[in-house]
């Protein structure tokens, strides 16, 4: 499984900021196959929008993201999303905005969407290291199954 790892971040990308829920997404997602590239990029729509397309491009199977899902005016990656899937996934954004709200109302707040690109599947994380630390439990059981989903290499699994 190829992964990339992008983090929304105008403070990240000019150095002002570590990026730290970037690396703990990238830490775990080594255990479900090759970190190909990690990057932070400023909360610029058509940067993003062009980043998105180059991994869908390339094939990647997953593209994990954090930051930018918010209602600040630079926060601007659901939207950018919403462009390049194909096929939305609500229930993987519903299942982590309820697992949000079980730590904080502030929950509700995030915007992030799940879906696929063609044979790439999409996530957006929050860009709090603590929202991504409660939620990548959530999705990482069901990451492998849906690639091979995306791939065409397995029917729907019941358990």
């Known amino acids: 499984m190829r992964i990339a790892i992008l983090t929304a971040s105008d403070a ?23 970190v190909v590239e990690t990057v932070v990029l400023p909360d610029d ?9 180059t991994w869908v491009g390339d094939g990647l199977d997953v593209v994990l993201t954090t930051g930018s899902t918010g209602l600040g005016p630079r926060d601007v990656l659901p939207e950018v999303t919403r462009r390049v899937i194909d ?3 609500p229930g993987i954004a519903e299942a982590m905005r309820a ?7 502030f929950g509700m707040i995030s915007r992030g969407l799940a879906g696929a690109a063609r044979e790439t599947l999409i996530l957006n994380f929050p860009g709090s290291p603590k929202a ?3 939620l ?8 492998s199954h849906l690639v091979r989903l995306l791939h065409g ?6 358990s």
């Open 12 to 34: 990240g990308a000019r150095g002002e900021r570590e990026d730290a829920s970037g690396q703990l997404l990238r830490e775990w997602a080594e255990a479900l196959g090759e």
């Open 45 to 53: 729509a058509a940067t993003l929008e062009r980043r998105l397309w």
């Open 87 to 89: 096929r939305e996934i």
């Open 99 to 105: 697992e949000s709200l079980r730590h904080t109302p």
């Open 132 to 134: 991504v630390e409660e």
């Open 136 to 143: 990548w439990p959530v999705v990482e059981p069901v990451i």
């Open 153 to 158: 290499e397995t029917r729907h699994e019941n």
